[in-house]
């Protein structure tokens, strides 16, 4: 399922729109003001929700504040949820200075059976035993996956093979001959063990793909495994703590846009 899509055709399957899908259209009134404001630059930091694509929350911003230099520092896959830094602006030319830093992830890893995407963006398959796996087992597995790394992406993502995204290809069907690349695993703990369920907190450089961890996972227990959640909760010195929802962004913003009318008001009275 090409990821650009994800949310609009998870909407026209289910119906369901979420709680923020309208906050573009309900608060439309931006001040010019507020306006050269995110022109000039600005940050912010957003609690990504479900179902968004990273870029339907870059676009919601833009069609908002109606400016159009609105970007992301890395990419969240629409099923994982938060931290997902926007820069407006100038802010934009530190976008890749952001996307270098350390990220910080939780989430659960499913034993038993893999996904084509690695992910619940496709169904489990190739159902195998899991019930030989202890938790000790799987900490003795761990300390194979710190350090450098050589980590095979996975089919389905967004890197691009001749101008056009792996995923593209792989729905195609196309013959693919991945390279692995290069990352780094700063940390990886397991938090929490209620089989098939395997909670897990992962310090990793940028490039990494956590789905790809739960696979190989998975591999090198000889159950399989998929990736069934997963929260960013840190890039660098950025907390998720931090962040807002789209929500509470635009009520913000509504609330700032609506003091300025009646600063505006008043002047002018």
Not at 137 to 149: A, M
Not at 173 to 194: M, Q, V
Not at 221 to 233: F, Q, Y
Request: with cysteine.
């Amino acid at each position: 399922m090409a990821k650009g899509s994800y949310r609009s055709k998870y909407i026209a399957k289910t119906g369901d729109t979420g709680t923020q899908s309208q906050g573009a259209k309900r608060y439309s009134n931006i001040t010019p003001e507020l306006k050269a404001e995110y022109e000039e630059g600005k940050l912010i930091l957003i609690d990504k929700p479900v179902h968004w694509t990273s870029f339907d929350v870059v676009k919601c911003i833009r069609t908002h504040l109606r400016i159009k230099k609105v970007g992301h520092a890395g990419t969240l896959d629409p099923l994982a949820t938060g931290l997902l830094i926007i820069c407006t602006g100038k802010y934009t030319k530190k976008i890749n200075e952001y996307m270098a830093q350390v990220k910080e992830y939780t989430g659960t890893i499913t034993l038993g059976s893999v996904t084509p995407t690695y992910d619940l963006e496709s169904l489990p398959e190739q159902h195998k035993d899991y019930s030989s796996i202890t938790l000790e087992k799987i900490k003795e597995t761990i300390p194979s996956f710190l350090g450098h790394q050589k980590q095979m992406p996975p089919i389905y993502s967004a890197i691009k093979v001749a101008g056009k995204p792996l995923y593209e290809l792989a729905r195609r069907g196309k013959g693919l001959e991945l390279e692995p690349r290069d990352i780094i695993i700063d940390a990886f703990e397991i938090t929490s063990f209620e089989p098939p369920l395997i909670g897990f907190r992962l310090v990793c450089s940028t490039g990494t793909y956590v789905r790809s961890v739960a696979h190989d996972i998975g591999v090198a227990l000889g159950c399989g495994a998929h990736l069934s959640l997963l929260r960013r909760t840190a890039i660098g010195e950025f907390n998720v703590d931090d962040a807002q929802t789209m929500d509470v962004w635009l009520d913000e913003i509504k609330m700032k846009s609506e003091i300025k009318d009646e600063e505006q008001f008043n002047q002018n009275a």
